[in-house]
C-alpha cells in the first residue's frame, strides 16, 4: 500500500499502524488526542471490537511498513460550521489479497453516525483505492443476514450476493467493471 491517507467528499481515512493500536486498545481518549478527533462514547462501533483491534495489530507487525494499509483505517468525518472533526468509523481490508486476487473488506459505523450514508461512501473509498492495488482481481464482503442496512451498503456500491463460506454470514462480491 503507498498511502496512509485516503479521502473522500466527507471522510479522512488514516491507515491503522502498530501504535496508533496499541494505544488505541490502552486509551481511546489519547487516540483522540493523536488523531485531533472527538472519539464517540460507543468507540469502538459494532464488529470492530479489540478482537479486530488485536489482529490488525499482529498482522502489521508481523508484516513490517508493507502492511500498513492493508488492514484497518480509522474513518473521520471532516469538521463542519456544527461539528469538529470526529471518528465515525473503523474500516479497512482483513489484508492483502490472497493468491487468487480476492480482498476482503470490512466497515462499522459508529451508532450516532449511521443513517447518513457514511457506510457508502467508506465502502466507495475503500473499493476505488483496491482497484489501485496490484493484483487485486476481486472484492468480498460478509454480512449477517439480519443486517439490511449493511445489506443496503454494499448492493448500492455494486455488490451481489454469492455463496458464503460462512453459514451464519451472507457474502457478496464485486467484480472490476469491465
Request: hydrophobic share 40%.
Amino acid at each position: 500500500m503507498s498511502s496512509a491517507f485516503l479521502y473522500s467528499p466527507r471522510l479522512l481515512f488514516i491507515a491503522s499502524s502498530p501504535s496508533l493500536l496499541r494505544v488505541e486498545l490502552s486509551d481511546r481518549q489519547q487516540l483522540g488526542q493523536i488523531l485531533n478527533v472527538d472519539i464517540p462514547a460507543d468507540w469502538p462501533p459494532g464488529e470492530y471490537d479489540q478482537d479486530a483491534m488485536r489482529f490488525f495489530l499482529d498482522q502489521q507487525e508481523t508484516g513490517g511498513p508493507d502492511a500498513i494499509g492493508w488492514y484497518g483505517w480509522y474513518v473521520v468525518a471532516l469538521p463542519t460550521a456544527d461539528t469538529p472533526a470526529t471518528l465515525v468509523a473503523g474500516g479497512g481490508y482483513f489484508g492483502p489479497p490472497d493468491a487468487e486476487g480476492s480482498l476482503e473488506i470490512g466497515y462499522s459505523v459508529s451508532e450516532h453516525w449511521r443513517s447518513r450514508g457514511f457506510a457508502t461512501e467508506i465502502v466507495d473509498t475503500l473499493v476505488n483505492h483496491a482497484w489501485k492495488q496490484p493484483g487485486v482481481t476481486r472484492i468480498i464482503a460478509h454480512t449477517l443476514p439480519d443486517n439490511q442496512a449493511s445489506i443496503g451498503v454494499l448492493t448500492k456500491n455494486g455488490f451481489y450476493p454469492i455463496e458464503s463460506d460462512d453459514p451464519e454470514k451472507l457474502c457478496f462480491e464485486l467484480l472490476p467493471q469491465v
